[in-house]
């Protein structure tokens, strides 16, 4: 499977360096799983991490605290094995929020064909997953903020292409879009959104504000 | 307190005694270096002395019992520490989990091309990262060293920068471009 749309530097660099969110953490993660190119980049800005670590002015350190550490280290027996991952169809960064498979996920309906399901929120950010039926279409719209959709299962298009599993949509306020999904597996995506979307119709504001789209 | 900067291949080398012998000799030297930089970083990312420290100390521990994994052929000492602290941070001081990317994961794209970074010597690499960092023209530098110290977004960086978003996007990806650079110098 090759990925033709990345999340990009600018996020993979806030994730690699500690600075993302959770909601962005979840998708850069879930990414991960599908793309070897971004995490070669991820690994590559780990090693700017550590190099910048190197170069940190150093803090002094309590005289006494190599001591309170070398007192516990008995303590702390070596981590040997690393837990054996179980079976199931989400990739593992996903796992903690909607379980192993995603036949098992609770939907939220939100009109015929499309139905939601809220992650989390941090800040002004959100997280949830999006399931669509083929045919299923989002009303046009836009974002008072960016956007990133990543697909997981199926896939959809738009004005600007084709979205396949482990692509990155990536979308600013000057984008007006509507995605429909693709005939073919139901189209799963997790979408994250720094600020609400603005729809361009009446009616699909209040269902907007209603099902908190 | 300036310590002397360790030699990247000797703190993989101390890594690994810890890991393979709990070697507690090892183990001082690396807290030596390890503890004032990862104290530091706490700290210039907003955490007060006492925080800073207790995390510190508990990075050590992390180091102490995850040493036995340590793999030089993935990640130098300091990318590896530095993962370590980041991880931490992010559970003591945000209160928020951090959604990894796993090795393990059943679900994982297999790598079909084999990268010749299996052969990548990150201890040197790291050398040739610092070199290139300094190198970095300043407004990219600036922006990289934000990212790494800022803990915000990138949109709130340029806000602050009264810089556009994808100024800031772009002096990234320039920058990033240099380090790979630095790093496709395969030794």
Redesign the interface.
Same mark, same amino acid.
């Given at each position: 499977?090759t990925i033709m749309h990345h999340p990009?530097? *600018?996020l993979l660099?806030?994730y690699a360096?500690?600075? &993302?969110?959770?909601p962005?953490?979840?998708l850069v993660?879930?990414h /991960?799983?599908?793309?070897?190119t971004c995490?070669?980049?991820?690994?590559?800005?780990?090693?700017?991490?550590?190099?910048? !670590?190197?170069?940190?002015?150093?803090?002094? #350190?309590?005289a006494r605290?190599?001591q309170?550490? /070398?007192s516990?280290?008995d303590d702390?027996?070596?981590? !040997?094995a690393?837990p054996?991952?179980? &079976?199931?169809?989400?990739?593992?960064? /996903?796992r903690?929020y909607i379980g192993n498979e995603f036949s098992k996920v609770r939907w939220v309906a939100v009109a015929p064909g499309l139905a939601h399901r809220p992650l989390l929120t $941090?800040g002004g950010?959100r997280a949830r997953l999006i399931r669509a039926r083929p045919g299923a279409a989002v009303s046009t719209h836009s974002h008072r903020? *960016?956007e990133w959709t990543l697909v997981l299962t199926g896939s959809y298009h738009d004005e600007t292409g084709i979205y396949r599993p482990?692509d990155v949509q990536s979308t600013t306020p000057d984008i007006f879009h509507r995605p429909v999904a693709d005939d073919g597996p139901v189209c799963i995506n997790l979408a994250v959104t720094?600020a609400p979307l603005v729809f361009k119709d009446l009616l699909p504001s209040i269902i907007g504000r209603i099902f908190g789209f | 307190?300036?310590?002397p900067?360790q030699d990247?291949a000797r703190l993989n080398d101390l890594v690994r005694a810890v890991?393979q012998n709990?070697d507690?000799a090892a183990? =001082?030297e690396l807290?030596?270096h390890f503890?004032?930089?990862? =104290?530091?970083?706490l700290? $210039?990312l907003g955490a007060g002395?006492a925080v800073?420290?207790d995390l510190?100390?508990d990075v050590?521990?992390t180091l102490?019992?995850?040493?036995?994994?340590f793999d030089p052929a =993935?990640?130098?000492?300091?990318?590896?520490?530095?993962?370590i602290?980041?991880?931490l941070? #992010?559970d003591a001081i945000r209160k *928020?989990?951090?959604?990894?990317?796993?090795a393990?994961?059943?679900? +994982?794209?297999p &790598?079909?091309?084999r990268?010749s970074?299996e052969n990548l010597d990150?201890a040197k690499?790291?050398d040739r +990262?610092?070199e290139a !960092?300094v190198m970095l023209p300043r407004e990219q530098a600036q922006v990289?060293?934000l990212?790494?110290l800022?803990? =915000?977004?990138? &949109?709130a960086i340029a806000a602050e920068l009264g810089l556009p978003l994808g100024t800031?996007?772009s002096r #990234?990806?320039l920058a990033?471009a240099q /380090?790979?650079g630095a +790093?496709g110098e395969r030794s």
């Open positions: 499977m990009g530097d *600018e660099l806030s360096l500690g600075a &993302s969110n959770e962005v953490s979840l993660g879930t /991960l799983s599908f793309c070897t995490r070669a980049s991820v690994r590559d800005m780990e090693a700017a991490g550590g190099a910048m !670590l190197s170069d940190v002015k150093p803090a002094a #350190i309590n605290a190599l309170a550490v /070398l516990r280290l702390n027996v070596p981590d !040997l690393r054996r991952q179980t &079976s199931g169809d989400v990739p593992l960064a /996903l903690a $941090r950010t903020g *960016e482990g720094d | 307190m300036e310590r900067l990247a890991g709990a507690k183990f =001082k807290f030596d503890a004032p930089r990862v =104290k530091g970083y700290m $210039r002395s800073a420290e510190a100390q050590m521990l102490w019992r995850k040493a036995v994994q =993935k990640a130098s000492a300091s990318t590896w520490v530095f993962t602290a980041r991880n941070r #992010i *928020e989990r951090r959604p990894q990317f796993d393990d994961d059943p679900t +994982l794209a &790598s079909s091309e990268s970074d990150w690499a790291e +990262l610092r !960092l990289v060293e990212s790494f800022a803990d =915000k977004p990138h &949109s800031v996007k #990234i990806r990033m /380090l790979r +790093l």
